[in-house]
């Protein structure tokens, strides 16, 4: 099987790829050098899987029709765009053309080009707005959705707020859309929290990495909120998992043309404090932060009910936190520690 990744020099790229290729399979990656990191994944893959990664920007549709023409493949995984929530106020304009025109485009050429192709698309849980509408309980060290003790489902209404919210969600239901209409094998995956190795995060994006490296590197940060605010964890090794399971599936599954939510559920779940209390018995210090006002658009909780998934892909999550936290430090340790 052979895969094309867009945005493969990010996180989730890298590390699909890395597993792709341990496991006999062939990928062809793309990325735009954007993203912070993104020179380390490259050299990374190059040196350690012989892998090399296009130059790509899915923004420009004659530079994905050329490359979607001349790669024949079986599996799209379409990861590129802007993925900060901060810099989506800052330069909104970008945010659209590398999220909402980009996936287009990338859709437009999977159309012409390559229709018998799986085509996965990584969206995520902002495309439910900040679920301001929903009973909060404040606990000790968390907020708590009572009347979802299973996390949230599909079923949510989908509620676009602020531009990441809003150009992720035309992503996503343009996704869903090119099933019915043209009746493309494709999947949107609005993912949660997704963290492990090779992440070069940012105050903006990728929070427990960011968090895990300002503990090895004993700097002073700030946080957004009251730290109450909960999400559900999910090792990278799991989503690229889940990611298998689609590409696997035949193409008359009922998981085509769906939305999952993809998360690791209520017993992966931690707000931030209590992130900062696990790594603080590692560390053996305080976290050294200060707290400001809260995000706009925020989520207090997101706990993903990932049951739909276990019902279409027979997809669970299997790393524990506490084993995926583990990982995730050496890995920071390794590359940050002095």
Known sequence: MKWLITGGAGFIG?????????????????????????KYNRTYLRERFHLEVDYLDVRFREQVNAYWAAHDVDVILHLAG?????????DPVYDFDANALGTLN??????RFRPDARLIYASTNKVYGDLRTLRVNEAETRY??????EGLSEDLPLELHGAY????????????DYHRVYDLSTVALRQSSIYGGLQYASEDQGWV???VQMGVERRP??????????????HISDLIQCYRAIAQAPRESLAFGQAFNIGGGPEASLSVVELFSKLESEYGFPMQHTAGPARMGDQKVFIADTRKARQHLGWQPLVSVAAGLDELVEWSRARWAA
């Open 14 to 38: 890298t590390n699909t790829a890395a597993a792709l290729v341990d496991a006999g399979e062939k990928c062809v990656l793309a990325d735009n050098f954007y993203r912070l990191g993104a």
């Open 209 to 211: 990495a960011y968090f």
């Open 165 to 176: 919210s809003c150009s992720k969600g035309t992503a996503d239901q343009y996704v869903l």
């Open 144 to 149: 708590v959705l009572p009347d979802y003790p």
């Open 106 to 111: 990338v859709l437009e050429a999977t159309r």
């Open 221 to 234: 940060f700030r946080i957004s909120g009251t730290g109450k605010q909960v999400r559900d964890l999910l």
């Open 82 to 90: 802007q993925v900060s929530l901060v810099a989506s106020l800052r």
